[in-house]
C-alpha cells in the first residue's frame, strides 16, 4: 500500500475525472471504480492509503461497500470519506455512525477534498500544501471557472 494511492468510487464519471486530475496533479496515484462492488475488488486486491466513496452508487451502494471493506482485517484501517449529495441535518452524523471516516458534501469542493486528503495522509503529505498550485482561491482549477462537481 503506498501512501499516496487513493481509490475514488463515483458512478458520475465527471466527478471521478476532476478528483482524479486533481489528486494525479498533486503527486497521487489513483485507483477508480463506478460501483460498490469494483470498490471493494480493488481495496482488496490493491489496498490504497484512502478511499473517496460515493455513498448513492448502483448495485452494492456506497456505505455496504465501505462495511465491506471494513469488515476485512486487510483493509480495515484505511480511511473512507464519504461523497455524498444528501447534505441534509444530520446526515454527517449517521454516515459517521455508518462507519464512514469523514464527509464531503456534493457538489465537491476541491479545496475540501484536498484538505481532508492531507488531513488523513499528512504524514506522507508534500512539503507544499495541497491547496496551493493549480488550485485557485476558490477551489475550482485555475484557469477555469470555479469547478465543482455534483451528482
Same mark, same amino acid.
Given at each position: @500500500?503506498?501512501? #499516496?494511492?487513493? +481509490?475514488? %468510487?463515483?458512478?458520475? $464519471?465527471?466527478?471521478?475525472?476532476?478528483?482524479?486530475?486533481?489528486?494525479?496533479?498533486?503527486?497521487?496515484?489513483? !485507483?477508480?471504480?463506478?460501483?460498490?462492488?469494483?470498490?471493494?475488488?480493488?481495496? +482488496?486486491?490493491?489496498?490504497?492509503?484512502?478511499?473517496? /466513496?460515493?455513498?448513492?452508487?448502483?448495485? @452494492?451502494?456506497?456505505?455496504?461497500? @465501505?462495511?465491506? *471493506?471494513? =469488515?476485512? $482485517?486487510?483493509?480495515?484501517?484505511?480511511?473512507? *470519506?464519504? +461523497?455524498?449529495? /444528501? =447534505? @441534509? #441535518?444530520?446526515?454527517?452524523?449517521? !454516515?459517521?455512525?455508518?462507519?464512514?471516516?469523514?464527509?464531503?458534501?456534493?457538489? %465537491?469542493?476541491?479545496?475540501? %477534498?484536498?484538505?481532508? %486528503?492531507?488531513?488523513?495522509?499528512?504524514?506522507?503529505?508534500?512539503?507544499?500544501?495541497?491547496?496551493?498550485?493549480?488550485?485557485? $482561491?476558490?477551489?475550482?482549477?485555475?484557469?477555469?471557472?470555479?469547478?465543482?462537481?455534483?451528482?
Amino acid at each position: @500500500m503506498s501512501a #499516496r494511492h487513493i +481509490l475514488i %468510487v463515483d458512478d458520475n $464519471e465527471k466527478n471521478l475525472k476532476l478528483i482524479r486530475d486533481v489528486l494525479q496533479f498533486k503527486g497521487f496515484t489513483t !485507483l477508480e471504480a463506478a460501483d460498490g462492488e469494483a470498490a471493494v475488488r480493488i481495496a +482488496l486486491s490493491d489496498p490504497p492509503a484512502l478511499i473517496l /466513496m460515493d455513498v448513492q452508487l448502483p448495485g @452494492m451502494n456506497g456505505c455496504e461497500a @465501505m462495511k465491506a *471493506i471494513k =469488515a476485512d $482485517e486487510r483493509t480495515r484501517a484505511i480511511p473512507i *470519506i464519504a +461523497l455524498t449529495a /444528501m =447534505a @441534509m #441535518r444530520g446526515t454527517r452524523e449517521s !454516515l459517521l455512525s455508518d462507519g464512514f471516516d469523514d464527509y464531503i458534501s456534493k457538489p %465537491v469542493e476541491i479545496k475540501a %477534498v484536498l484538505s481532508l %486528503v492531507q488531513k488523513y495522509l499528512s504524514p506522507s503529505s508534500p512539503s507544499t500544501p495541497l491547496t496551493h498550485g493549480a488550485i485557485g $482561491e476558490g477551489g475550482g482549477l485555475k484557469g477555469g471557472e470555479g469547478h465543482k462537481t455534483s451528482g
